[in-house]
């Protein structure tokens, strides 16, 4: 049976290689681009006139669902000093207490929220596991996964969860910590999570792996994990480096940093996410770069939580692949982790337009950002093809032109002005799989989802 076809027209839209006029986007009965055509000077027959310029829309590389609940509720100092591993403390204590049901509400939430912050694909790096005792739920010990797969419905946008492997508290420390025990598991439980969500066939749903962080998975465990994914076409990510206390502990116990020992142990290839890799050292960057391995960068989270600034310079000289995520998703919104992104470099160089590369034909700060976060979008979720071309998901963006902050800005530089005009409105339109989610700034579940959402941190901060 000959598939339907459906067709939009944008006057001007992001292709792989940047802005085209009068392009024609036809999309297959799967939800894919059948047939992206430039300069088409007027909408053919049947085509539906989008409102304004088109984008893409991004992967968001790394999330934490929950803690979406903690968003805001850590930014006060009691003691003398505060920093990442005691905002880990009271996270945990958040953990300790969301039920299946609030973390469905949370996450419904959040992904609206990211829906309209452009993302229309989100990678949940999940580790929330067990009941409240660190049991597993005796109905299905994946509950807190098809909890946030149902929250990933209601919103619309597309899922990659990503099961993780958490057994140990530290390099030093075989076990867990009590507040800990919600996120037990071992490489088996974690690639059969990986292999039960991806037979489960609900729509916009894939998996992949990760590990927690070198400190939290033991080698022979990682190994494993190795071993039961060979041939897995799908991503691996890990936390890493992160910290300058995990590097100093990483090069204690085995007497190299965390991604020189990966990369010694052979374990890096295409599928490997590094997020955060904060603090690194030119060989380790030119490794990943050889690898063909990727970084994910979360600005924001990173900023937040005092991590320290990426060599950011050298990861975009290198040609490593790069991602972008929101991680703790104190922000929602990629236009604001890439300013973020940029503005750090600023500060601690003391230059502007930093991620610019003039020699090298690319003048714009936020389209060479934007063109490598793109790039790596379709591998860190584990879906090939991304973007405005056929093949890719039938995903975009519609650029509110009517935005104050947009109104006067020539064609040339609109995206300029989305990523430093701020602050911005949201996207005009969204859409996930040929089908749209946000029409006219409006999604059909935002308010009662919200309303649901407010219930449950009432429950949760009572």
């Not at 030119?286 to 991590?307: F, H, Q």
Request: aromatic fraction near 8%; glycine fraction near 8%; hydrophobic fraction near 45%.
């Amino acid at each position: 049976m000959k598939r339907r076809t459906t067709s939009w027209w944008a006057p001007r839209a992001w292709l792989p290689g940047g802005w085209a006029d009068g392009v024609l986007l036809q999309a297959d009965a799967s939800g894919h681009w059948s047939a992206v055509t430039p300069d088409v000077p007027t909408p053919p027959e049947g085509a539906q006139r989008l409102p304004g310029p088109v984008l893409p829309g991004l992967v968001n590389a790394h999330s934490h669902a929950f803690q979406r609940a903690f968003a805001g509720l850590a930014e006060r100092r009691e003691a003398d000093a505060d920093d990442f591993w005691g905002w880990r403390d009271r996270m945990y204590q958040v953990a300790l207490r969301i039920t299946p049901a609030q973390l469905q509400a949370i996450a419904a939430h959040l992904y609206i929220e990211l829906l309209r912050g452009g993302y229309t694909q989100v990678c949940d790096f999940h580790y929330l596991q067990h009941d409240e005792q660190g049991r597993p739920y005796a109905d299905d010990p994946l509950a807190m996964i098809w909890a946030l797969a149902d929250a990933a419905a209601t919103a619309g946008i597309g899922l990659t969860v990503l099961p993780v492997l958490y057994e140990r508290a530290g390099f030093t420390q075989p076990t867990l910590r009590p507040d800990q025990r919600r996120f037990a598991t071992t490489a088996d439980s974690v690639w059969q999570a990986c292999q039960r969500i991806g037979a489960a066939g609900r729509p916009l749903l894939n998996a992949g792996v990760a590990l927690h962080s070198l400190r939290a998975a033991a080698p022979e465990s990682i190994h494993r994990l190795r071993q039961l994914a060979e041939g897995f076409a799908g991503p691996v990510h890990i936390h890493v480096a992160e910290q300058t206390a995990e590097v100093d502990d990483c090069l204690r116990a085995t007497g190299q940093r965390p991604i020189e020992w990966l990369a010694a142990q052979g374990l890096l290839d295409p599928r490997w996410q590094l997020v955060h890799a904060t603090h690194t050292v030119p060989t380790e960057i030119d490794a990943v770069a050889r690898s063909g391995a990727a970084a994910v960068i979360c600005p924001s989270t990173e900023a937040n939580l005092g991590d320290g600034l990426c060599d950011l310079p050298r990861w975009l000289a290198s040609g490593a692949s790069l991602a972008l995520g929101s991680d703790s998703h104190v922000t929602r919104a990629w236009r604001e982790e890439l300013r973020l992104l940029e503005y750090g470099q600023r500060l601690a160089l003391r230059q502007r337009n930093v991620s610019a590369a003039p020699a090298e034909g690319q003048p714009a700060t936020a389209q060479r950002l934007w063109q490598r976060m793109q790039a790596g979008s379709g591998a860190a979720a584990g879906l090939g093809a991304w973007g405005l071309q056929p093949g890719a998901r039938a995903d975009l963006l519609v650029v509110d032109e009517a935005d104050a902050a947009l109104r006067g800005i020539p064609p040339s530089h609109l995206l300029d002005a989305l990523v430093f005009s701020s602050p911005g409105r949201p996207w005009h339109s969204v859409m996930v799989a040929g089908q749209w989610v946000v029409q006219a700034h409006r999604h059909p579940q935002a308010e009662a989802v919200a309303d649901r959402f407010a219930e449950v941190m009432a429950q949760l901060w009572r």
